[in-house]
T-cell receptor, first 109, second 111 residues
């Protein structure tokens, strides 16, 4: 059974304090790993797709990386508007995304 | 903006009732998926439709059913509502089997 585990469950940072979120996965065959951002009461907003180990993608203060067993979402010099829940999901080609439970990030000014 | 809209935004039902949730996706997005998200959890896959045919299903009972229409709209129907069905229901569409773009969701409360 495909499993996705995200850590930590919650993270509180000071503005400007860089950190990383972890997504570890156990799947039979990875077709893609996705990162989404979700604000309270809203739908997930697409951030990145990673397809193979060693791949990296960046967007503003966010950088996602992928290995054979896990993915990291690095947040550099975060701002309060980066506060949200960050969700990781895997696509194993079975026509469904399997999500982790997310990391709730709070960035304090 | 993802171009995916859902209605209604909020809904309150009582146990045993039936509910229909609606989703409208972008033109050309032939694949639509529905997810259930309980509070504090990640979304769970309910089912997927491709060109109006069910194309995959998660671990949900048959009282969860769906339809997809030629105009890129779709429906999620839930019969015999249970208290545990209270959740945020998300619709996601994609032009291919790759990135799925989510709508804002429908918050369902079952009393």
């Amino acid at each position: 059974e495909d499993q996705v585990t995200q850590s930590p469950e919650a993270l509180r940072l000071q503005e400007g304090e860089s950190s990383s979120l972890n997504c570890s996965y156990t799947v039979s065959g990875l077709r893609g790993l996705f990162w989404y951002r979700q604000d309270p009461g809203k739908g997930p907003e697409f951030l990145f797709t990673l397809y193979s180990a060693g791949e990296e993608k960046e967007k503003e203060r966010l950088k996602a990386t992928l290995t054979k067993k896990e993915s990291f979402l690095h947040i550099t010099a975060p701002k309060p508007e980066d506060s949200a829940t960050y969700l990781c999901a895997v696509d194993t080609g079975r026509r469904a995304l399997t999500f982790g439970s997310g990391t709730r990030l709070q960035v304090q000014p | 903006e993802t171009g995916v809209t859902q209605s209604p935004t909020h809904l309150i039902k009582t146990r045993g009732q039936q509910v229909t949730l609606r989703c409208s996706s972008q033109s050309g997005h032939n694949t639509v998926s529905w997810y259930q998200q309980a509070l504090g959890q990640g979304p769970q896959f309910i089912f997927q439709y491709y060109r109006e045919e069910e194309n995959g299903r998660g671990n949900f009972p048959p009282r969860f059913s769906g339809l997809q229409f030629p105009n890129y709209s779709s429906e999620l129907n839930v019969n015999a509502l249970e208290l545990d069905d209270s959740a945020l229901y998300l619709c996601a569409s994609s032009p291919s089997e790759e990135t799925q773009y989510f709508g804002p969701g429908t918050r369902l409360l079952v009393l």
